[in-house]
């Protein structure tokens, strides 16, 4: 099976502009979750949809925001970029149950 | 709310050395435990986990975890680490369908 698969791998944006990230599952997969890693905050929980339902949520503004469809493929998107946005961003699957997550090589973000 | 701590965040050994890094979690119910690394470049990737049943887990390479509830703690071990294990571990836990929550990480150095 393929594993789980981010676009683009590596984006600059400048402050104020806003950035949408790609994540598709592994097949049959129907939940996806969100991650953003920074050196010593480790990763903090964005959000996590199952079919195509947002079943839970991170504490995070409202800029950040984001969507699955049908297919499990899920995007998410970060409005009026911040500094401070500069991260990895992770995506992980899983089967939907409390069961394992496989995790995504991760968009690198640069905010300028 | 569930949280996790753990309590080394850089760990420097010999090769052969044993490894044991501390993982606590706060949850009032039952959980799912999991250990996770990330080797240099790569992507996260399951080490272990703990569902139910026996407390004392085996993962890939060699390392284990046993699950002491009383503790509420999920310490992972290695009787001997080698160079190629130099990477950072995540402990995580979930309880119930709640998001999956991740410790901070321990960086492990391991010198030939």
């Known amino acids: 099976k393929a594993g789980v698969t981010q676009t683009p791998r590596y984006l600059i944006k400048t402050r104020g502009q806003q950035v949408t990230l790609s994540c598709s599952p592994i097949s049959g997969h129907r939940s996806v979750s969100w991650y953003q890693q920074t050196p010593g905050q480790g990763l903090q929980f964005l959000f996590e949809y199952f079919s195509e339902t947002q079943r839970n949520k991170g504490n995070f503004p409202g800029r950040f925001s984001g969507r699955q469809f049908s297919n499990s493929r899920s995007e998410m998107n970060v409005s009026t970029l911040e500094l401070g946005d500069s991260a990895l961003y992770l995506c992980?699957?899983?089967?939907?149950?409390?069961?394992?997550?496989?995790f995504g090589p991760g968009t690198r973000l640069t905010v300028l | 709310a569930q949280s996790v701590s753990q309590h080394n965040h850089h760990v420097i050994l010999s090769e052969a050395a044993s490894l044991e890094l501390g993982c606590n979690y706060s949850?009032?119910?039952?959980?799912?435990l999991f250990w996770y690394v990330q080797y240099p470049g790569q992507h996260l990737q399951l080490l272990l986990k703990?569902?139910?049943?026996?407390?004392l887990v085996k993962g890939i390479k060699g390392f284990e975890a046993e699950f002491i509830k009383s503790k509420f703690s999920f310490n992972l071990r290695k009787p001997s680490v080698q160079w190629s294990d130099t990477a950072e571990y995540f402990c995580a836990v979930r309880g119930g369908y709640q998001k999956v929550t991740f410790g901070t990480g321990t960086k492990l150095q391991v010198i030939p």
């Open positions: 703990y569902f139910s049943g026996d407390p």
């Open positions: 949850y009032g119910g039952t959980v799912n």
């Open positions: 992980a699957s899983s089967t939907g149950d409390t069961d394992t997550q496989y």
